[in-house]
């Protein structure tokens, strides 16, 4: 798997002894959670993972190099059952990603360390980690955080419709591989599908609402995608992700310094 993690900042490159001379209290571990899953006819299965590693390689990048913030491994396989009936898809049950995540969270715990993030990058992963989050704090203590996908990013140039229901291969997502990973970009196969529209408001939406509907990605996508990429190109992607990390960055020094104010 490719990644753009700064070797100095990747846990798993660094050896026990360097590990036990991390300060416990203050540093921040980064567990990404995502999905290897179908993304249309044009995109790979590892985008969440890679879209994941990308946003969080230029993040870390930008913190003070002094600040002890590390990526641990990526947790790769999520819940993606609503993509299942696609070659490829490879999604574990919601039972499983919590097990997996809880017992990293036990080790990380058994290690002295006080600070997780969960930084999320699948839709299907998300209920799940906010469960997690608080889960992780009750049972061992931790001062967990949760992050998903590209906070506040504004993503200047996409039409509302692809804003709110391109969520799934569509521009924004393409555009990000198009300019980290243009190889496994196959613009040539590129289709669209919504699952609703902006200018038809229901009573019911597929997610976001008080009332929503459960849906399987086939019921309305026969390609699998959700959104237009047509419109993508390096050049936002490479904007976008580096206006992303410049937020991701900010948010994980404040995730470093946050203290508990009782009472507030």
Known sequence: ????????????????????????????????????????HHLPLATDTLINNLLLGKALERVPPQLPIYALPPVCYGKSNEHLGFPGTLSVSAQTFLAVVRDLG?????????????????????????????????????????LFGSPDAAFDGVSRQERTY??????????????????????????????????????????????????????????????????????????WSNETAARIAEILVAMHSFEQKHGA
């Open 1 to 40: 798997m490719k990644t753009w993690i700064p070797d100095a900042r990747n846990f798993a490159y660094l050896t026990w002894k360097q590990v036990d001379a991390l300060p416990r209290d203050s540093t921040l571990l980064v567990l990404p959670t995502a999905a290897i899953e179908q993304h249309g």
């Open 106 to 146: 036990a080790s990380i715990a058994a290690g002295g360390f006080k600070k997780l993030v969960l930084y999320n990058t699948h839709g299907g992963n998300t209920s799940l980690v906010d469960v997690l989050a608080r889960d992780l704090r009750i049972e061992f203590g931790l001062r967990t955080f949760t």
């Open 166 to 239: 391109g969520f799934h291969a569509g521009e924004i997502e393409t555009s990000f591989l198009l300019h980290a990973t243009p190889e496994l970009v196959y613009p040539e196969a590129y289709t669209s599908s919504y699952i609703a529209h902006v200018d038809r408001p229901e009573i019911l939406k597929p997610e976001g609402s008080a009332a929503n509907f459960a849906w399987m990605t086939r019921d309305i996508a026969p390609s699998g995608v959700m959104g237009d990429p047509s419109a993508a190109t390096a050049q936002n992607g490479e904007r």
